[in-house]
Nanobody
Framework: VQLVESGGGLVQPGGSLKLSCVTS????????MSWWRQRPGKEREYVAT???????YYSNSVKGRFTIDRDNAQNTLSLDMNNLKSEDTAVYFC????????WGQGTQVTVSS
């Protein structure tokens, strides 16, 4: 099982980024998938989930600004992030929940002027 995130970087407040997570080693369409993040000095926290059927759910801190999506043909999870704030600065992780959870290595997002 592999989950490989990309798309992080440095962006100014109010800007946008799109993260991607390319997966392999399992049947992607059979799993709900999530994004988590770890801010500096904080514990890892939940960001968003997309179910097998494509229904999205968000934490209150990102609702209305972030959009989670999946492409089952490409085995890829994405996270569109808009109106970014300094408090969104974190390492973002792709996550496959379940009895055998899996995590990517993370991608750094820095929101700063």
């Amino acid at each position: 099982v592999q989950l490989v995130e990309s798309g992080g970087g440095l962006v100014q407040p109010g800007g946008s980024l799109k993260l991607s997570c390319v997966t392999s080693g399992f049947v992607f369409r059979d799993y709900g998938m999530s994004w988590w993040r770890q801010r500096p000095g904080k514990e890892r926290e939940y960001v968003a989930t997309i179910t097998i059927s494509g229904n999205p759910y968000y934490s209150n801190s990102v609702k209305g600004r972030f959009t989670i999506d999946r492409d089952n043909a490409q085995n890829t999870l994405s996270l569109d992030m808009n109106n970014l704030k300094s408090e969104d600065t974190a390492v973002y992780f792709c996550h496959r929940p379940g009895t055998e959870p899996a995590w990517g290595q993370g991608t750094q997002v820095t929101v700063s002027s």
